[in-house]
């Protein structure tokens, strides 16, 4: 008998030997993007260089702890059986003790249930599927707007400015699936008429579907073109190439992959006067934060962030947050953490009312679990060729905008 | 309800790019005829073609376009030319134990390469190059982009030349005899192995043709060439393996059809999202009813 206590005793220690070994190793976060194809790799990679940036500046002020913090990157591609696999090696084999990222609903998805299983939590950084909060996870964390409230905030603009006719091209991805339930739905409950088609993500083409919309009589006031990839920009040159939109006749609201200034190269001036989303605060409510990190990062790639590269420096900076606030490294300390702080980032003040202590009110909808909820969404035009995101005209909303309640600049026909 | 401008606004568009995927498939036909292999990596051309030609003429800049295109093709062919004499030329010598297979690993190899070294060499973001004349141009009562139009016309160039030299040229005539019976051809003075060279090096030049052409009309980007490249597979098998002519109608035909499949759908919401299985279709009927594809020839 006083071998075995021995034995146990001995067991123990060498646990507790090795838990404090791993203590004072470096916090390993877990940041799974789309690196590379077929995945959205242009939005991927600037959302990874904003995480590198933000992990120099944890580390620089001392990491956490006094411990280095490393970001250790899985390549979701994309696909979501990739993305699943990534995850499962960063909480099994790199045994990360949270996770950041997603650009893709797909990938967010199909990881969900790996979060749930090792009770490892997780901040989305633009996953917008209603679903991935809607599921009501402990672990599950969002800082990206919802396909229900940017639909909120973009048909309110749309019936303000008078729109009855509406064409539209989604993608057919589980965003933009999902994003086109809500929108249509809104449209049909707004009395516009609505013309919608789907395609590939990597259609190139859409010359075919644009004559199509043109042979609406009389023609469409606003074309809504939910395109994330490349596409996006060609679906802006082409539908400018046959005068289709934007036109006297048709507005262009494109979505925020307008808002990399690679729209320019490859749209030129098919781009001016096309509205854009911008998920996040206009340059008018910038914080310190936004203004500070924003000129790190254009010294450093030569470019400003846009909403979605913010996403990502302000997702692994709050779950670094989290773990101070928290005082450790335990799944349910960073959780609870994350339930009852406030940090300021650059798109805001982070927050997320609804959880374990809060639960969802009846009268919200079921994402709102750990939904940052004041998530900013403004809609800017652009008025001249080159022009960057900040330097566009805000038109909506009316807190921000620049021009009276649902107006908009109206291209001048070609003499 | 549609009207004849509108049909015609969708042939045409479908022709003008009909053309652009007859160039693509054409490289990757002759590839096939003389080597008898089938290039994963020929997509991977097309992207480079494009970047080539864009940084020719953004980065070294004052460029005109069309010496883009030229440039492209050379680099191509000095790329192709290396890559086949590197990689698939000990399969010819018989140093290979499993040829078909490894000329399927190692150029979906080089497939991968590519699309990596370009997207940590250029970047992660699509570009494109200057148009070649922007605006539109008035035939009839249509206005088609002049990019394309211009595209076009330089790919049936590319293409009357490309038929001209197989049919006018020692060179060409040699590597029509090669893809016919290496064995034959070799008993009568030509070197089998500097034709597949020849012709895998011209099969790539044609796909960075193809690429720099469009590159002033689409985007291009790392994994560009993935979807230009199952096409032009489709093409190649519509037209017939290792048919040249067969290559060029396939291209038009499935040009045709995609553009005129999404115009004749009522349902606009599936027209485009289809827009890849118009061209399958016929794929698939061509192949039941005439397996060796349209020009292909009995083996």
């Known amino acids: 008998m006083k071998r075995l206590m021995v034995v146990l005793l001995a067991v123990v220690g060498l646990v507790a030997a090795g838990a404090l070994a791993a203590d004072e190793g470096p916090i390993k976060i877990g940041v799974v993007l789309p690196m590379s194809p077929p995945g959205a790799y242009a939005s991927g990679n600037p959302m990874w260089w904003a995480v590198l940036q933000a992990v120099e500046e944890v580390n620089e002020a001392g990491g956490i702890f006094g411990r280095e913090v490393v970001a250790i990157l899985g390549d979701t591609r994309g696909v979501p059986e990739e993305a699943r696999a990534a995850t499962e090696r960063l909480i099994t084999k790199d045994k990360v003790v949270g996770v950041i990222g997603n650009y893709h609903s797909s990938c967010a998805l199909a990881e969900l249930d790996l979060f749930k299983e090792y009770h490892i939590p997780y901040i989305g950084a633009e996953p917008w599927a209603d679903d991935v909060t809607a599921k009501g996870y402990d672990e599950v964390f969002r800082i990206s707007i919802t396909n229900s409230m940017y639909t909120d905030i973009s048909v309110a603009w749309m019936v303000a400015a008078g729109f009855k006719r509406i064409a539209a091209v989604h993608e057919i991805t589980d965003y933009a699936l999902g994003l086109e339930k809500k929108l249509t739905a809104a449209w049909n409950e707004a009395g516009m008429d609505n013309q919608i088609a789907f395609c590939d993500i990597k259609t190139e083409d859409f010359t075919p579907t644009l004559i199509q919309f043109m042979q609406w009589d009389p023609p469409a006031d606003m074309f809504f073109g939910d395109i994330t990839g490349p596409g996006s920009y060609l679906l802006v040159k082409q539908a400018y190439d046959i005068g289709f939109a934007p036109s006297p006749d048709t507005v262009f609201y494109a979505t925020n992959a307008c808002l990399n200034p690679e729209v320019w190269e490859v749209a030129g001036e098919a781009a001016k006067y096309i509205v854009v989303t911008q998920i996040g605060l206009p340059p008018s409510a910038y914080t310190e934060v936004t203004n500070r990190e924003n000129e790190k990062f254009e010294k450093a790639y030569g470019r400003l962030m846009n909403a979605t590269v913010m996403e990502g420096y302000d997702s692994f900076m709050l779950m670094c947050e989290a773990i101070k606030f928290a005082g450790s490294t335990y799944p349910d300390a960073i959780i609870d953490a994350l339930e009852v702080m406030e940090w300021t980032g650059m798109r805001g003040t982070y927050s997320f009312p609804y959880g374990s202590n809060n639960p969802v009110p009846e009268d919200q909808p079921d994402y709102m679990w750990h939904q940052w909820p004041d998530v900013s969404e403004y809609l800017f035009q652009y008025t001249e060729v080159g022009q960057s995101p900040e330097d566009g005209t805000v038109i909506w909303p009316p807190v921000f905008s620049e021009l009276p309640e649902g107006q908009y600049f109206i291209p001048v026909p070609e003499e | ?299």
């Open chain 2, 1 to 299: 309800m549609y009207n004849a401008e509108y049909f015609l606004m969708q042939g045409a568009n479908g022709l003008v790019i009909g053309f652009l995927y007859a160039l693509m498939a054409l490289g990757l036909t002759l590839i096939f005829s003389v080597l008898k292999v089938i290039n994963f990596a020929h997509g991977e051309f097309y992207m480079i073609g494009g970047y080539i030609s864009y940084f020719l003429i953004t980065v070294v800049g004052g460029v005109n376009p069309f010496l883009g295109i030229i440039f492209a093709m050379v680099v191509l062919l000095v790329i192709g030319s290396l890559f086949e004499v590197s990689f698939l030329r000990p399969m010819h010598l018989g140093s290979v134990e499993r040829p078909a297979e490894y000329a399927i690993l190692v150029t979906f190899g080089l497939s991968f390469f590519l699309q990596n070294l370009v997207l940590g060499l250029a970047g992660p973001f699509p570009h494109r190059t200057p148009s070649f004349m922007s605006g539109g141009i008035k035939i009839g009562y249509m206005t088609l982009s002049a990019d394309r139009l211009i595209a076009a016309g330089l790919a049936i160039f590319l293409m009357v030349g490309l038929l001209l030299f197989m049919s006018k040229t020692w060179i060409g005539k040699a590597m029509r005899a090669v893809s016919q019976d290496k064995d034959a051809a070799s008993v009568t003075g030509i070197n089998p192995l500097w034709m597949n060279n020849i012709a895998f090096a011209i099969g790539a030049s044609l796909a960075g043709a193809a690429g720099a052409l469009i590159a002033p009309i689409f985007s291009f980007y790392p994994d560009v060439g993935v979807l230009p490249s199952l096409r032009a597979f489709i093409i190649v098998v519509l037209g017939g393996m290792g048919s040249v002519k067969g290559a060029i109608i396939g291209g038009i035909v499935i040009g045709l059809v995609e553009s005129m499949g999404i115009a004749l759908i009522p349902d606009m919401s599936r027209a485009l999202a289809y827009r890849e299985l118009y061209g399958l279709m016929i794929f698939a009927l061509v192949l039941l009813f005439r397996p060796r594809g349209l020009f292909g020839e009995a083996q």
